[in-house]
């Protein structure tokens, strides 16, 4: 038997217990920390199931449903549609026909160039023979406001041309879509 004395045995069993319970309290400390995230982490990362079947039989009263709904309106809007194209190609028509009334119009009249060219006595008289007519500075200028109105209009009517074009597309793929 050792002559050692128990108080002393004792003092560092004591001792022994004090620092593993340092260490322990340091070990719940520390798992203290890292766990105090998990509520928060737990709710981000708990599964939702976003997407459930459905049987078809309520898949196909949904769609009919839904195509009840807004059949009527689709085809009050494609209604507008033919109505707002026809407007368009009556337009059209109407800025067409004005464009050929002046184009006829303007046709009695020579062209600038014709009355710019030099004039000589000889000429002249041959050129007033063969029907042309010169014209004084006033039916000149609104010669000339014609036939700037006459290139207004065909652009015009190039423009609308291709809006409806552009609109005839629209619909079509919009018909396509649905």
């Known amino acids: ?10 003092g560092d069993c004591v001792a022994s217990l004090r620092t593993s319970l340092s260490f322990l309290e340091s070990s719940v400390t520390t798992l203290g920390t890292g766990v105090q995230d998990f509520p928060r982490l737990s709710s981000v990362l708990r599964t939702v199931r976003h997407y459930e079947l459905i049987p078809q039989p309520t898949l196909a009263a949904a769609e009919a449903s839904l195509r009840d709904e807004i059949g009527p309106f689709v085809a009050l809007l494609l209604d507008r549609a033919d109505k707002h194209l026809d407007r368009q190609a009556r337009r059209i028509e109407t800025l067409k026909a004005r464009a050929d009334l002046n184009a006829g119009r303007l046709s009695h009249y020579p062209s600038p160039e014709a009355q710019q ?10 050129g007033r023979a063969g029907g042309g007519r010169m014209l004084d500075g006033g039916a000149a200028l609104r010669a000339k ?6 290139e207004a209009l065909q652009y015009s009517v190039e423009r609308l041309e291709l809006e409806v074009l552009q609109k005839e597309r629209e619909l079509r793929m919009r018909l396509d879509q649905a």
């Open 117 to 126: 060219k030099p004039r000589n006595n000889k000429h002249e008289s041959k």
């Open 1 to 10: 038997m050792s002559t050692s004395n128990p108080a002393s045995t004792y």
């Open 145 to 150: 406001v014609v036939r700037q109105r006459k």
